[in-house]
């Protein structure tokens, strides 16, 4: 469902920030992808939404190269950002209306976005707040309520639960083991060792540009991840 | 899609301050020039009612045909509320049997009837080019500042504020996001032009002294599609140029260059320019060309043997207009007539000849003036402006088709007086008041009356004002209008095409520039 072939880019510095990166996430499985800061996770996320063209290699959403027809592959996915901005003026019903009408879903009622917001846990009274009002927890809230309704088969969400208090992440990681249920295809990027050996069927870890080690759930069960991505992070 | 965004775009920007303050502004500009515009449009009415009215007594007073001189007044058009357009544009046109009248009144020495409205200085609208302020000014400043201000930071501020990228994950693509913004702000700013239309209208429908027909509403119906469009123009390149700095700060200095460039540099520097470009003596040329063929008409007249018979009371003549003899003997009468035969052609051919040095002058300023209206119609402004004018029929196009409807009645006025110019009647009314002849009785009897009562008592018998009118019911009257509607609109149909390119093109570049939009 997503998956990246070879993608490799070279920003206009010169500063090769992904290099022949090769993944493939299916249905059903979340995919983290561990790294600090400058490993590189942003930018393979951005390259998935056209935000930024590949130097070479391919991205694609649902078998769709993402560089050559960005409009149909993108519908196969949402994205969360690492800090969700939407419109202060807009209350949080607005906000998702306008988003998912973007993504071509119509005639949805007040109810239908309700519902959304109660299945991601934010308070009921903020329904028709206006979302400058918000904080960064409710707003990642909303983020990923826009990506729930446009029901698409693949979630990307870009260090998704920095920032947020315990509370909040772990109703974060349920939500995302829910839509896992749905049979969604999720790649998270984050920086978070325990969050991700908690949640993932499959594990990326990034430096430098380059995924020096992907492993998957079963490799990992008797290995400790978290000394595992020091000694990572150490050797070069 | 791009609806949805256009809706976004439009909400957003009604709840912002800038909007609001925006409106307020524009609204109250509008509204200010548009009331004053309003009442000088019905002092003008006023005006050209009165003018008809006076000079049509006046030419009911005509006492012989060589004086006769048809002044066709000029309707101000109800839409200059939009365009002022050239300022000291004659409100008048002169037609003569001895004036052939041209886009410039200079060098008519004949012309010597003030025309009303007209300053005392010979009307030269070629050398005007700064038009004065109106609600196609205020459009054409205040609103395309407003439309910088609203689109500055479309791209930049979505980035700034981090929801670009939330934008573009959706289904929608770059061009889909720039069409729905483009959209959305052109729908933002109609708001502001239509409230300004609106209270223009009321300020119509409101002013006692005003009324309108369809044609009218049909005109402003198209000025405010050329407002319309001229903002499409403006936005599309305000939108480009925004897609060039990545802060809305850089964004906004860059617009407010190009807002300054087009709205103020180009209009007024091409201007400057264009008069380095003028060509150098042309009116030298024509006044000392005027002058030579004055001094040969006056020779050729010369030649012409004249002796007059008998003494002349109240008498005017001048070899450049018409003239008129009361007190002559019939005798006189008819020696005059005989002389007129030879030289009331010369006359007609001289002001002929005069006509195309003047006009030839006329052409050769106003190909020069179409350089300098190609030199700074790349300014969106120019060129709205230029539309607005030629719609509200207040360009030089639409006063030089006055002009050439003018001389088009005057070779029907001709056809009437060229027989006439062969009767006494041309120049003389002694046959139909004998009491009025030098002759030796009659001059006794005037000798008598000044001793019994005064000077005045022969004046008196002498007067033009005994004289009846001549009846003038069979000749001709002009009919000289404003252009009709569809000629208007083929005048503003160049300007508007090429800003309707002007749009498109901007809109493409933006497109195209869209696609490398940096959104980091
Ligand atoms: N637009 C850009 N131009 C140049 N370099 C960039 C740009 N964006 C990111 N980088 C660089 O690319 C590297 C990877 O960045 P990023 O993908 O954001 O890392 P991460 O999300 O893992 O923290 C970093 O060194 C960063 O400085
Ligand atoms: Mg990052």
């Known amino acids: ?236 | 899609m791009i609806w949805h965004i256009t809706r976004k775009e439009l909400l957003v920007n009604l709840q912002s301050l800038r909007f609001l303050i925006g409106l307020v502004v524009s609204a109250l500009m509008m509204g200010i020039v548009g009331y004053v515009l309003v009442e000088d449009y019905a002092a003008r009415v006023q005006k050209y009612i009165a003018d008809v009215q006076e000079h049509r007594e006046a030419l009911a007073q005509t006492k012989v045909y060589s004086t006769i001189a048809v002044v066709v007044d000029i309707p101000p058009s109800p839409l200059s509320v939009f365009s002022r357009g050239s300022q000291d544009l004659p409100t008048a046109v002169q037609v003569s049997p001895y004036h052939v009248p041209s886009l410039i009144d200079e060098a008519g020495g004949s012309a010597s009837i003030g025309l009303s409205g007209t300053s005392s200085q010979p009307s030269n609208p070629l050398l005007r080019m700064f038009t004065s302020i109106d609600l196609g000014f205020v459009i054409s400043t205040i609103l395309s500042l407003f439309a910088v201000l609203l689109v500055f930071d479309s791209f930049s501020g979505e980035r700034e504020q981090g929801t670009l990228k939330l934008l573009l994950s959706s289904s929608a693509g770059r061009s889909h996001l720039l069409a729905g913004k483009y959209l959305g702000a052109l729908l933002t700013l109609a708001i502001p032009l239509t409230v300004g239309f609106l209270e223009v209208m009321i300020l119509w429908a409101l002013h006692p002294a005003l009324s309108f027909d369809a044609s009218v509403w049909a005109g402003v119906g198209l000025v405010y599609l050329a407002s319309l469009l001229f903002l499409s123009g403006f936005l599309a390149l305000a939108m480009f140029l925004s897609l060039y700095a990545k802060e809305s700060s850089s964004c906004l200095m860059y617009l407010l260059l190009a807002w300054v460039t087009v709205a103020v540099v180009i209009p007024a520097g091409g201007g400057f320019v264009a008069e380095y470009l003028r060509p150098l003596g042309l009116r030298e040329n024509m006044l000392s060309e005027s002058e030579r063929a004055s001094t040969e008409f006056m020779k050729a007249l010369g030649r012409i043997d004249y002796r007059q018979i008998g003494p002349w009371n109240n008498v005017s003549t001048n070899p450049f207009e018409g003239e008129s003899f009361l007190g002559i003997t019939q005798e006189e009468a008819y020696n005059r007539l005989a002389y007129n035969q030879k030289v009331v052609p010369m006359k007609f051919q001289f002001a002929e000849d005069r006509f195309r040095v003047v006009e030839s002058y006329a052409r050769a300023l106003r190909s020069w003036g179409r350089t300098r209206d190609n030199l700074i119609r790349p300014s969106l402004c120019v060129a709205y402006d230029n539309i607005v004018k030629a719609v509200a029929g207040t360009d030089v196009d639409s006063f030089d088709d006055v002009v050439r409807k003018a001389r088009l009645y005057r070779d029907m006025m001709m056809a009437y007086l060229r027989p006439r110019s062969g009767t006494p009647a041309w120049f003389t009314r002694v046959f139909d008041y004998p009491d009025v002849q030098p002759t030796e009785s009659n001059q006794k009897y005037w000798q008598s009356l000044i001793e019994k009562q005064g000077e005045q008592a022969v004046e008196k018998i002498l007067s033009w004002d005994r004289v009846s009118p001549l009846d003038l019911s069979a000749m001709p009257s002009p009919a000289v209008g404003m252009r009709g509607a569809a000629e208007r609109v083929e005048g503003a149909l160049p300007d508007a095409l090429f800003l309707f390119a002007l749009c498109l093109l901007f809109l493409v570049l933006s497109i195209l520039r869209v696609r490398h939009y940096p959104l980091n």
């Open chain 1, 1 to 236: 469902m997503i998956q990246a072939i070879d993608l490799t880019k070279r920003y206009e510095d010169g500063l090769l920030a992904l290099d022949h990166l090769n993944i493939n996430i299916l249905p059903g499985q979340i995919y983290c992808l561990l790294g600090a800061n400058g490993a590189g996770k942003t930018t393979t996320i951005n390259l998935f939404f056209n935000f930024i063209e590949p130097t070479s290699g391919t991205a694609l959403l649902n078998g769709k190269d993402c560089t050559k027809e960005p409009l149909l592959a993108k519908q196969f996915a949402a994205y969360v950002s690492e800090n969700v901005m939407l419109y202060g003026n807009f209350t949080a019903r607005q906000n998702l209306d306008f988003f998912t009408k973007l993504s071509g879903r119509k005639n949805l009622g007040k109810e239908e976005y309700y519902m959304v917001m109660r299945q991601v846990g934010l308070p009921e009274r903020a329904f028709e707040q206006r979302v400058k009002t918000f904080s960064k927890g409710m707003r990642q809230k909303l983020g990923i309520a826009i990506a729930i309704l446009k029901q698409s088969p693949a979630l990307l969400l870009d260090e998704p639960t920095s920032g947020l208090d315990p509370k909040a992440g772990a109703e974060f990681v349920e939500l995302l083991l829910r839509l896992r249920g749905e049979g969604k295809a999720i790649l998270m990027s984050t920086h978070d060792v325990f969050r991700a050996k908690e949640i993932a069927d499959v594990i990326g870890i990034m430096k430098e540009g380059v995924l020096i080690m992907e492993k998957t759930k079963e490799d990992l069960k008797y290995e400790d991840l978290e000394k595992l991505y020091l000694k990572y992070m150490e050797v070069s």
